[in-house]
């Protein structure tokens, strides 16, 4: 459509002339929202061809190769964005950039492509995806059910927010399939896990916790941050809805905040409305950054995947180490955990130093190459301690009860060789 002189942005005629989707959960919908410029591709294509080029914006003005920054708050209204507002289509025409943007547009079609998904919206923050999608799908005097070692700004969002606005929360184990059936009530409406926890790397069973939540006809979210869709597809294995801190693995290389939410759009049209309540949008630079760094989210996360492994088997030889967290060293945790789901597991590998938490921060300062901060999935190797950072609110009693025993160090594995790193760790663990 040519509109005022415009050059088309190119949507669809009529797209936006469908029913109220804001009320009407049954409607056909549009995957999306995307426009006509950006790039669309088969969900079949591998994670590294569609982290580099689904979703681009092919911008018709210019040609330029990759998307440019749509660095604006609003845009000229004109007959499209009045029967967007008149039909309450407001997510497929660019308007206002808290409701939509063409720079969010390209990066979350490359979400969704590369999570097998129709639809995703991006966040200012990994915490407004969660606490959009859970006040989203659940309502005042619904039950939620979650794990006791959530991520800490989740389960203070369950513990602190969730009962204040009528909703209940059970905390559970997931890997004890049936502690989760049995906190399934009537009024449950919500199943909240990760697919891989921190920061004991607890992988539970997707796909049986899909089924459950099936049966209870209840939804399944899962947070997908420490394994990324290039490692595992949540949806594939029967999640509804997958979030992500795109802070880490996604973005990549520590310099940004951001969030995510995927999955079918009848969906994310409800937790977008929510978004635009919370006000939880992310600026177009941001989602700039966010998708060159998704460009290489393959190749960061297998390289990440081989090093983590390559260390945690090295720790796991060291006699100054008590004890090796991470899959591929194997432990109780993993006994029934079907390999085959996951391509890898991240760049994450905890393991204990002998000696307590003082020989663990004495270690840490030794350290040559990693950062001594908190966060994971950048380019570069950072260290920190649970007890004192993320886990510090806890008594030693509580964090013991969750594994979290003195001298426990986590490490987010970068890209660097791993053998420096291998080198670093020995001469460190050894007091050099
Ligand atoms: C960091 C993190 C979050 C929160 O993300 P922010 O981007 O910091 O808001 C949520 N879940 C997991 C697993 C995380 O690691």
Request: charged fraction near 20%.
């Amino acid at each position: 459509m040519e509109l005022n002189g415009r050059t088309a942005i190119g949507f669809e005629e009529g797209r936006s002339s469908s029913a109220k989707w804001f009320d009407d959960l049954t409607r056909v919908r549009f995957a999306g929202p995307v426009s006509a410029h950006h790039r669309l591709l088969p969900r079949e294509l591998s994670p590294e061809t569609l982290a580099v080029h689904a979703g681009t914006y092919e911008d018709p003005v210019t040609g330029c190769v990759g998307t440019p920054v749509f660095q604006t708050s609003t845009f000229l209204l004109d007959d499209a964005s009045y029967s967007a507002f008149a039909d309450g289509a407001m997510r497929d025409v660019p308007i206002y950039t808290r409701y939509g943007n063409p720079s969010q547009w390209a990066v979350q079609e490359k979400l969704a492509a590369l999570e097998g998904s129709r639809s995703a919206i991006v966040t200012s923050s990994g915490m407004s995806a969660t606490a959009s999608t859970i006040f989203a799908l659940t309502n005042a005097g619904s039950h939620i059910i979650s794990a006791y070692d959530v991520y800490g700004g989740t389960y203070n969002l369950l513990r602190e927010d969730m009962p204040s606005t009528g909703r209940e929360v059970s905390f559970v184990d997931p890997n004890d399939l049936a502690a989760v059936r049995a906190a399934v009530r009537p009024e449950t409406q919500l199943l909240f896990f990760e697919t891989l926890t921190n920061p004991l790397l607890k992988a539970p069973p997707i796909g049986a916790l899909a089924e459950i939540a099936r049966e209870a006809n209840a939804l399944l979210v899962v947070d997908n941050t420490f394994l990324t869709p290039v490692n595992m597809r949540p949806i594939a294995h029967g999640a509804d809805i997958v979030v992500h801190s795109a802070t880490k693995y996604l973005a990549g290389h520590s310099d940004l905040t951001a969030g995510a939410v995927v999955g079918r759009r009848k969906f994310l049209d409800r937790i977008w409305a929510q978004t635009l309540r919370f006000g939880g949008t992310l600026e177009p630079l941001s989602c700039f950054l966010l998708e060159r760094g998704m460009k290489t989210l393959a190749l960061r996360v297998e390289r990440q995947n081989a090093n983590a492994t390559e260390i945690a088997r090295f720790l796991a030889t060291h006699d100054r180490v008590a004890a090796v967290h991470h899959p591929e060293v194997g432990g109780p945790h993993y006994a029934d955990l079907a390999r085959d789901d996951y391509r890898g597991f991240g760049g994450v590998v905890s393991f204990e130093v002998r000696g307590g938490d003082d020989a663990a921060l004495a270690f840490m300062g030794r350290l040559k190459i990693p950062y001594v901060a908190t966060s994971l999935g950048g380019v570069e190797s950072l260290v920190s301690m649970p007890s004192n950072t993320s886990h510090s609110s806890l008594t030693s009693g509580q964090r013991a009860s969750i594994g979290i025993r003195p001298g426990l160090v986590r490490f987010s594995v970068g890209i660097e060789n791993v053998r420096d790193l291998i080198d670093d760790l020995n001469d460190a663990l050894n007091g050099e």
